[in-house]
């Protein structure tokens, strides 16, 4: 490589690098959570004015250039964690997603996955330098990018059926929590009403009332194994649920209309999401029609008055 390309190299890497912080510091990259929205009206009262607040000291000598980084490398030592082998973050990730797996065997699919990648790409390298239009260096990045790419993309995987988990599970809640609420009324305990929603429910919600009764006839007490269940999923209204039950177990109140009541906000949680997700698909439909046809339809219905002007000169 000449030393003008490798420079023109160096500045484009730069450049992109430069873009690349631009853009994932933009708002739309990184939206505020609902926690982050209601924390100023949930903040206690401060006479003092945050003027006077001295900010966080600076622990390297770089001054400015720290304060700057220092929110990019948070979040890159925050996204390295997730690529530890005995970290503690991937085990409750495996359990979000339902797999009987320890972070040893994803940590080995991880590899395969990689090891698949570099062959592929290997191949392909060795192809292309068989016909003549291969060059070293940009092979050697090529299969080291699909390298990465391989040990990432399952990482990305898991990340996924996590989502669509937590989507069944939250579709499966307000009938079992009907149904359980029914079984409740008619005089069932809630571990009868548990035995009877495993009996005849399907599904990732139905599995999981499995294990905490699985749990319980181990000997465990009815509330830490639904403790351990709330845990395992992290979901806020399965959360609700669990807290429900343990104060009606504790304390021996109504559960069924407090089931009801949360089959409802369920319900209520997926119209809003429902709505949100219509308004933002409607958004996005402006983009073709703007750029797309509406701009055919100008040139359509000006371009024959143009064609007669120029055929009457």
Sequence with gaps: MTPPLALAALCGLAFGAG?????????????????????????????????????????????????????????????????DPATASLSRRLDQAGRGQTPADFRAQQLLWSAGAVAGSTMMMVLLAASGSADLPLAVLIVLGCAIMGFVGRDYVLSSDIKRREARMLAEFPSLAELMALAVSAGESTTGALERICRTAQG?????????????????????ALQDFSNRTRLAPLARFVDGITVA?????????????????????????????????????????????????????????????????
């Design 204 to 224: 990732e919600l139905a599995g999981e009332f499995a294990l905490v009764l699985a749990a319980t006839r181990a000997g465990r007490p009815l509330v830490e």
């Design 19 to 83: 873009l690349w912080l631009t853009f994932v510091r933009l708002p739309l990259m990184r939206p505020a959570t609902l926690t982050e929205r209601i924390a100023p009206q949930l903040r206690a009262v401060d006479v003092q004015s945050r003027l006077l607040v001295h900010g966080t000291s600076n622990v390297t000598p770089f001054g400015p250039l720290e304060r700057i980084l220092r929110p990019i490398l948070a979040d890159a030592v925050r996204w390295s964690h997730r690529f």
């Design 249 to 313: 177990v504790q304390r021996g109140t109504p559960l069924a209309d407090v089931l009801r009541a949360q089959a409802q906000d369920v319900r209520d949680l997926a119209k809003r999401e429902l709505m949100e997700s219509a308004g933002k698909k409607e958004i996005a439909m402006m983009v073709p029609l703007v750029f797309g046809v509406l701009p055919l339809t100008v040139l359509f219905a000006v371009y024959p008055g143009i064609a007669l002007i120029n055929l009457g000169l």
